[in-house]
């Protein structure tokens, strides 16, 4: 079925035409609300499905699919429940390519819903038509502009995102936008009673556009093509996941969620040894190591050096670095004489981590001729800053500083600055929180090294 | 020579009169730092000392601390390190009961810095003067006004801290004051040549306007004394400590900065298992911990219920939760049905973690309906709640329900709703982030109730 999973997903994230089934003029129609994130996206070719909508948000309603005077590859259902095998069988008949199954109160509620899933895929699979879901929120493609939410980027990027939460599949990419991350495509699967993670995953691996992904998973149905694929795209691709249901009570909150089963966590811990996944233990963690991939090269090795305004977090940070597999690097000593032309020699240190005094407040070219110094330094294999200069233009010195480096740097902004990551230069609120993403480049770097 | 710790520290921070001296008319000057943060707090009674100056910023110099006609009980010392012994001289004759040294380039620097600090001490006990520091940034106490940077709150609150970092005294509280926590009393007190942690620890303990301890600490310099006070103060005050210096680069970082001798990890931990510390990892945690201590009351058990929208944060908040020592309640058949009238059938979980549905999003009598159903559980010690209706009276519609409920109660906004922590309330953007400072919560209870 996954032989060429590109030429059938393609269809399917790129649409010549598009279908909301169930959408009406009702407040709070769930059709409603796709139907105003693809008019968002200005997406062109879209159609309403309705028995008795002749009109919905300006768009034009057809009673069935079948009626729809035009191509459509991808329609999404929100109509009820019962309505929904009609709506399938009429999908296949039209040759539609995929169906998002919006519609939940199946699998996930026991084995009536399990035996209906296997009803609607018996269905589709007489048209040549793939499932996405049901319980799911569908795919954002923003190249093609196929959304699942209102207020996502109509800009296209490298990140792509596999979620079996529907909320997090928005939530996530909305937090990562913001931060200026661009997406390539996003897919909520749902109870993946057709396509699953797997075959999204397979996808995302061949798709030129993807340079990385990111993952919120529950179970993963079919586990040893799971690890034969993420540890192949992992040398290419960092793949980051976020796992829910590693604990009992988690997995049996995940079962009536998507009727997933978890798995245990022992299963997990040597699947992510094995494939190279990076491991994320929560939505902020997920996102702290996505923008350490999105804006950082690779590193070489894995010593670091620290320059610091402030010497409490410099030295809490020196732990938090070792903690996070990271070595502490030897500044050579003619690294260590430049920088004491740099600052005061009272109240600072040239030792690394590089504790530039409370003086730095006042003078941002302490912190940038040191970034210098430490960065130019063979022994350095990546940078972590903390503090900063209350001076205006200081993130934009400590940009270009970085960039004459071309090593990856963290900036911790305490809480205190407003700064955007950007090309060279990740910015987290918390000196752990960097060291944590720092480590997992020096992991990946790690496993691509490796056989 | 801590007896009467009380009486000796009241005078120090609720001075009759102030000298800072050093403060110069020159830009960049660290005297007139302080001058400015004591001028923003209108601190009345203010004194330059300053060899040259006549005046700095309106406030009358004075040569030396012995010709000001005034009551002088602290004095903040920003002059070179070589009139330090003779500044502390002046003040002992003088009479001034605790002199802050801010000037670096002591203990921190080796055994010829050590025994500058032993020439100091002996200089000031000749006059009953106590000293804080050298290398610290001194006290602040908005009850007396007086401050140790600028750009902190004058309003009284209930939160002491002790810091071995000058920065962290002052970093940590400017972002808790951002949450409404307000300060009772701070103290950064650096290489420690006199009065210490464990001195602060004890004053705190003591003192009527704190109600909980924070610090960040590098090393502590009687052991002993340390575990048997915080041991006894815990069970009154919570005391939440980010430690610095537990790996072997870290504690050599901690050597340069303070002097610092930081102890082993293991010691530190036997430590924190004594003494009932709430151990904090950063200076995220330390301000997630704080804020559950300080808006939320000790849980009655470990039982927390779950009130999610998003479904997959609730799943993977369930893990953490019980990572995080908690235990999911079970909640009852009551419950469960007065849930289940609340919110739909289908895409929705009426067992814990409650999945109110994607429905919720624009219900948020979902959400209240359901805080109340659950924290009237009697099964039911603590509430976790997830996500939120994007309606703008949420907030409060959320805080309403809360305080009826009167258990702890910590809100994840998923970094999508702006909402600050209020009495009843905390808030958190992450979902793991909010466990465990709950974790917390439960964990000091425990303390309290052992022997």
């Given at each position: 079925?996954?032989?060429?999973?590109?030429?059938?997903?393609?269809?399917?994230?790129?649409?010549?035409?598009?279908?909301?089934?169930?959408?009406?003029?009702?407040e709070?129609?769930?059709?409603r609300?796709?139907?105003?994130?693809?008019l968002?996206?200005?997406?062109?070719?879209?159609?309403?499905?309705?028995?008795?909508?002749?009109?919905?948000?300006?768009?034009?309603?057809?009673?069935?699919?079948?009626?729809?005077?035009?191509e459509?590859d991808?329609?999404?259902?929100?109509?009820?429940?019962?309505?929904?095998?009609g709506?399938?069988?009429?999908?296949?008949?039209k040759?539609?390519?995929?169906?998002?199954?919006?519609?939940?109160?199946?699998?996930?509620?026991?084995?009536?819903?399990?035996?209906?899933?296997?009803?609607i895929?018996?269905?589709a699979?007489?048209?040549?038509?793939?499932i996405?879901?049901?319980?799911?929120?569908g795919?954002?493609?923003?190249?093609?502009?196929?959304?699942?939410f209102?207020?996502?980027?109509?800009?296209?990027?490298?990140?792509?995102?596999?979620?079996?939460?529907?909320s997090?599949?928005?939530?996530?990419?909305?937090?990562?936008?913001?931060?200026?991350?661009?997406?390539?495509?996003?897919?909520?699967s749902?109870?993946?009673?057709?396509?699953?993670?797997?075959?999204?995953?397979?996808?995302?691996?061949?798709?030129?556009?993807?340079?990385?992904?990111?993952?919120?998973?529950?179970g993963?149905?079919?586990?040893?093509?799971f690890?034969?694929?993420?540890?192949?795209?992992?040398?290419?691709?960092?793949?980051?996941?976020?796992k829910?249901?590693?604990?009992?009570?988690?997995?049996?909150?995940?079962?009536?969620?998507?009727?997933?089963?978890?798995?245990?966590?022992?299963?997990?811990?040597?699947v992510?040894?094995?494939?190279?996944i990076?491991?994320?233990?929560?939505?902020?963690?997920l996102?702290?190591?996505?923008?350490a991939?999105?804006?950082?090269?690779?590193?070489?090795?894995?010593?670091?050096?620290?320059?610091?305004?402030?010497?409490?977090?410099a030295?809490?940070?020196?732990?938090?670095?070792?903690e996070?597999?990271?070595?502490?690097?030897?500044?050579?000593?003619g690294?260590?004489?430049?920088?004491?032309?740099?600052?005061?020699?009272?109240?600072?240190?040239?030792?690394?981590?590089?504790?530039?005094?409370?003086?730095?407040?006042?003078a941002?070219?302490?912190?940038?001729d040191?970034?210098?110094?430490?960065?130019?330094?063979?022994?350095?294999?990546?940078?972590?800053i903390?503090g900063?200069?209350?001076?205006?233009?200081?993130?934009?010195?400590?940009?270009?500083a970085?960039?004459?480096?071309n090593?990856?740097?963290?900036?911790?902004s305490?809480?205190?600055?407003?700064m955007?990551?950007t090309?060279?230069?990740?910015?987290?609120?918390?000196?752990?929180?960097?060291?944590?993403?720092?480590?997992?480049?020096?992991?990946?770097?790690r496993?691509?090294?490796?056989?």
């Amino acid at each position: 079925m996954n032989r060429g999973i590109v030429a059938e997903l393609e269809p399917i994230f790129y649409p010549r035409g598009v279908a909301i089934v169930g959408a009406s003029n009702r407040e709070g129609n769930f059709g409603r609300f796709f139907l105003e994130g693809f008019l968002q996206m200005e997406f062109e070719k879209l159609y309403v499905v309705h028995p008795r909508e002749q009109e919905v948000l300006g768009v034009k309603a057809y009673p069935t699919v079948k009626d729809i005077p035009a191509e459509v590859d991808l329609a999404v259902v929100v109509s009820p429940q019962d309505t929904v095998p009609g709506v399938v069988g009429e999908c296949a008949e039209k040759g539609v390519k995929g169906v998002v199954i919006f519609t939940a109160g199946f699998g996930e509620q026991g084995d009536q819903g399990r035996r209906l899933e296997r009803e609607i895929l018996n269905i589709a699979h007489r048209g040549h038509t793939r499932i996405i879901g049901p319980n799911c929120q569908g795919i954002y493609c923003p190249a093609s502009r196929v959304t699942h939410f209102s207020g996502l980027s109509r800009e296209s990027g490298t990140v792509a995102m596999i979620s079996h939460s529907g909320s997090l599949s928005a939530i996530l990419p909305m937090a990562a936008i913001a931060q200026g991350i661009r997406f390539s495509k996003v897919v909520s699967s749902g109870n993946e009673c057709d396509l699953n993670a797997v075959d999204f995953l397979e996808y995302f691996g061949q798709d030129p556009e993807t340079k990385m992904i990111i993952a919120y998973l529950e179970g993963v149905k079919d586990g040893r093509r799971f690890c034969q694929l993420a540890r192949s795209i992992s040398k290419e691709k960092p793949i980051i996941v976020w796992k829910g249901g590693t604990t009992e009570r988690g997995a049996r909150a995940a079962a009536s969620h998507t009727g997933a089963l978890s798995g245990s966590n022992r299963v997990w811990k040597a699947v992510l040894a094995q494939t190279g996944i990076i491991s994320a233990q929560s939505a902020e963690e997920l996102l702290d190591y996505l923008q350490a991939f999105y804006y950082l090269p690779i590193p070489k090795g894995k010593r670091v050096a620290i320059v610091s305004g402030p010497g409490g977090p410099a030295v809490a940070t020196s732990d938090a670095c070792i903690e996070a597999g990271l070595e502490l690097a030897e500044l050579s000593q003619g690294t260590r004489r430049r920088i004491a032309e740099i600052i005061p020699p009272v109240g600072t240190s040239t030792d690394n981590p590089v504790d530039l005094g409370m003086g730095s407040g006042f003078a941002p070219q302490w912190y940038t001729d040191s970034i210098k110094a430490v960065g130019e330094d063979e022994g350095v294999d990546l940078l972590l800053i903390i503090g900063g200069s209350w001076l205006p233009n200081f993130g934009d010195m400590v940009v270009e500083a970085v960039k004459e480096v071309n090593k990856p740097a963290a900036l911790v902004s305490m809480g205190l600055m407003l700064m955007v990551p950007t090309k060279g230069i990740a910015i987290y609120p918390d000196g752990r929180r960097a060291a944590m993403a720092l480590g997992k480049l020096v992991e990946h770097a790690r496993f691509k090294a490796s056989d």
